[in-house]
C-alpha cells in the first residue's frame, strides 16, 4: 500500500465516524424539542384547566348573586305594602309590572351570561383541541423528521461500507499484480541463474581441457610431446587450428546450451508457477550457495593449474621453451577467461543476493500490508455496525 493511501482511508473512517456523532447528537436535539413540546402542552392543559376552574366558580359566583337578589325580591313581595289601604287599584298593578319588567330584565340578563359562559367554555374546548391537535401534527413531524435522518444515516452509512468494499477490492487486485511482478522478477532471476551456470560449466570445461593438455606436457619427454603433436614447426598451426575448433565448439554449443536451457526454464517455471513467494526464496538462497561453492572450487583448480604449469616450466627447461610458453601463454589466456567469468559469476551472485533482499524486503512489507488490510476490514465492518444486517 502506498503512503498516500492510508492517510485517506483514516480521513474516511474520521468523517464517518463524525456524521455517526452528528446523528447522534441531531437525534438527542429532537429529543429535546420533543420534550420541550411536551412541557409546554402540559402548560397549556394547566392554563386551561385554571380558567375553567376560575370560569366555574365565575358561573357559581353570579348564579348565587341572582338568587340573593330573587329571595330579596321575595321577601320585599311578601311584606304588607308600607303605604295606606287608601292606595288605588291601578297604582298596585303599576307597582306590580315595574315588579315584573325587573325581574324578566334579570331574567334576561342571567340568561345572556349562561349564554356567554357557553360560548367561553366552547371557545376554550375549541382552543384546547386546537392546541392538542397542533402538538399531535407537531409530535408526526418530528417522528417524520427523526425517520428521515435515520434512513439518511442508514443510506450514508451503506454508501461509505460499499466505499469500503471497493476499496479493499482495489487493494486486493494491487497486491495480485505485485505478486504477479514478484513471479516475473523470480523467472529473470532464474534467467541469470541460468546463464550464470552456463558460463561457468564453459569455463570449467575450458579448464578441464587445458589440465589435460599440462598433465600431457608432464608426462611426455618433449620428443614424445612433439611426436605426439606433430613437428615442432606446425605447433602453433595445431593450435591455432585447436582454439577454431574450440572457438566453433564454443559457437555451436551455446545454441545446443540454450535449447537445453529453454527447456529447462520452460519446466523450471511451471515448476515455479505451483511454488510460493517463500519457497523461490530459499531455492535462490540454496543455488546461491551452490554458486559461491562452485567458484571457491574453480579458483582452487585455478591455482593448481598455476602450479602445474610452474613445474612443468622448471622440467622442461629451455628444450621446450617456445612449447611451454605456448602453454603458458594459452593456460594464462584460459586463467584470464576462467577469471573473468567468475568476475561476471560472482557480479551475478551479488546481484542475486541484492534482488534476494529486495523479494524479503517487498515480502516483508506485503505481509505487513496484508495484516493492516485485514485489520482495517474489522476496523470498518466495526464503525460501520451494519455487517450483520446487510451481509
Same mark, same amino acid.
Given at each position: 500500500?502506498?503512503?498516500?493511501?492510508?492517510?485517506?482511508?483514516? #480521513?474516511?473512517?474520521?468523517?464517518?465516524?463524525?456524521? $455517526?456523532?452528528?446523528?447522534?447528537?441531531?437525534?438527542?436535539? +429532537?429529543?429535546?424539542?420533543?420534550?420541550?413540546?411536551?412541557?409546554?402542552?402540559?402548560?397549556?392543559?394547566?392554563?386551561?384547566?385554571?380558567?375553567?376552574?376560575?370560569?366555574?366558580?365565575?358561573?357559581?359566583?353570579?348564579?348565587? +348573586?341572582?338568587?340573593?337578589?330573587e329571595n330579596k325580591m321575595k321577601q320585599k313581595q311578601a311584606q304588607?305594602?308600607?303605604?295606606?289601604?287608601?292606595?288605588?287599584?291601578? =297604582?298596585?298593578?303599576?307597582?306590580?309590572? +315595574?315588579?315584573?319588567?325587573?325581574?324578566?330584565?334579570?331574567?334576561?340578563?342571567?340568561? *345572556?351570561?349562561?349564554?356567554?359562559? $357557553?360560548?367561553?367554555?366552547?371557545?376554550?374546548?375549541?382552543?384546547?383541541?386546537?392546541? =392538542?391537535?397542533? !402538538?399531535? +401534527?407537531?409530535?408526526?413531524?418530528?417522528?417524520?423528521?427523526?425517520?428521515?435522518?435515520? /434512513?439518511?444515516?442508514?443510506?450514508?452509512?451503506?454508501?461509505?461500507?460499499?466505499?469500503?468494499?471497493?476499496?479493499?477490492?482495489?487493494?486486493?487486485?494491487?497486491?495480485?499484480?505485485?505478486?504477479?511482478?514478484?513471479?516475473?522478477?523470480i523467472q529473470e532471476l532464474e534467467q541469470l541463474e541460468q546463464l550464470?551456470?552456463?558460463?561457468?560449466?564453459?569455463?570449467?570445461?575450458?579448464?578441464?581441457?587445458?589440465?589435460?593438455?599440462?598433465?600431457?606436457?608432464?608426462?611426455?619427454?618433449?620428443?614424445?610431446?612433439?611426436?605426439?603433436?606433430?613437428?615442432?614447426?606446425?605447433?602453433?598451426?595445431?593450435?591455432?587450428?585447436?582454439?577454431?575448433?574450440?572457438?566453433?565448439?564454443?559457437?555451436?554449443?551455446?545454441?545446443?546450451?540454450?535449447?537445453?536451457?529453454?527447456?529447462?526454464?520452460? #519446466?523450471?517455471?511451471?515448476?515455479?508457477?505451483?511454488?510460493?513467494?517463500?519457497?523461490? *526464496?530459499?531455492?535462490?538462497?540454496?543455488?546461491?550457495?551452490?554458486? #559461491?561453492?562452485?567458484?571457491?572450487?574453480?579458483? $582452487?583448480?585455478?591455482?593448481?593449474?598455476?602450479?602445474? *604449469?610452474?613445474?612443468?616450466?622448471?622440467?622442461?627447461?629451455?628444450?621446450?621453451?617456445?612449447?611451454?610458453?605456448?602453454?603458458?601463454?594459452?593456460? #594464462?589466456?584460459?586463467?584470464?577467461?576462467?577469471? $573473468?567469468?567468475?568476475?561476471?559469476?560472482?557480479?551475478?551472485?551479488?546481484?542475486?543476493?541484492? =534482488?534476494?533482499?529486495?523479494?524479503?524486503?517487498?515480502?516483508?512489507?506485503? /505481509?505487513?500490508?496484508?495484516?493492516?488490510?485485514?485489520?482495517?476490514?474489522?476496523? !470498518?465492518?466495526?464503525?460501520?455496525?451494519?455487517?450483520?444486517?446487510?451481509?
Open positions: 500500500m502506498s503512503s498516500g493511501e492510508v492517510p485517506q482511508e483514516k #480521513k474516511t473512517l474520521f468523517s464517518t465516524l463524525v456524521q $455517526k456523532k452528528q446523528a447522534e447528537t441531531d437525534a438527542q436535539k +429532537i429529543q429535546n424539542r420533543i420534550l420541550q413540546l411536551k412541557m409546554e402542552h402540559e402548560k397549556i392543559l394547566k392554563h386551561i384547566q385554571q380558567d375553567e376552574q376560575r370560569a366555574e366558580e365565575i358561573y357559581r359566583h353570579r348564579v348565587e +348573586i341572582q338568587m340573593k337578589k304588607p305594602p308600607p303605604f295606606s289601604l287608601a292606595v288605588s287599584h291601578h =297604582q298596585r298593578e303599576l307597582l306590580k309590572k +315595574i315588579k315584573e319588567d325587573e325581574l324578566n330584565k334579570k331574567k334576561s340578563e342571567a340568561k *345572556i351570561f349562561r349564554e356567554q359562559l $357557553k360560548q367561553e367554555f366552547k371557545s376554550v374546548q375549541l382552543q384546547k383541541s386546537l392546541e =392538542q391537535e397542533g !402538538c399531535r +401534527i407537531k409530535a408526526i413531524q418530528v417522528k417524520e423528521e427523526e425517520r428521515q435522518s435515520t /434512513q439518511l444515516a442508514v443510506a450514508k452509512l451503506k454508501q461509505k461500507r460499499e466505499r469500503v468494499r471497493y476499496e479493499i477490492e482495489n487493494e486486493k487486485d494491487r497486491i495480485g499484480k505485485e505478486k504477479e511482478l514478484y513471479d516475473l522478477k550464470a551456470m552456463m558460463e561457468l560449466q564453459n569455463s570449467i570445461a575450458r579448464q578441464q581441457k587445458a589440465q589435460e593438455k599440462i598433465q600431457q606436457a608432464q608426462k611426455l619427454s618433449p620428443s614424445d610431446y612433439e611426436k605426439q603433436q606433430g613437428p615442432h614447426n606446425d605447433i602453433y598451426q595445431y593450435f591455432n587450428m585447436l582454439n577454431e575448433s574450440l572457438e566453433s565448439d564454443k559457437e555451436l554449443d551455446p545454441e545446443r546450451e540454450r535449447q537445453r536451457l529453454m527447456l529447462k526454464r520452460q #519446466k523450471s517455471i511451471e515448476e515455479s508457477l505451483q511454488l510460493s513467494v517463500k519457497d523461490h *526464496i530459499i531455492k535462490l538462497e540454496n543455488y546461491l550457495v551452490e554458486l #559461491k561453492k562452485d567458484l571457491e572450487n574453480s579458483k $582452487k583448480e585455478m591455482s593448481n593449474l598455476r602450479m602445474d *604449469i610452474a613445474t612443468v616450466k622448471n622440467t622442461h627447461g629451455t628444450m621446450s621453451d617456445d612449447l611451454t610458453t605456448f602453454i603458458q601463454n594459452d593456460a #594464462k589466456r584460459v586463467l584470464n577467461e576462467t577469471l $573473468k567469468k567468475s568476475q561476471d559469476a560472482q557480479h551475478d551472485s551479488e546481484f542475486l543476493d541484492a =534482488q534476494l533482499n529486495v523479494l524479503k524486503s517487498d515480502k516483508d512489507k506485503l /505481509q505487513d500490508v496484508t495484516s493492516t488490510l485485514e485489520k482495517r476490514i474489522v476496523s !470498518c465492518e466495526t464503525d460501520v455496525g451494519f455487517k450483520h444486517v446487510y451481509d
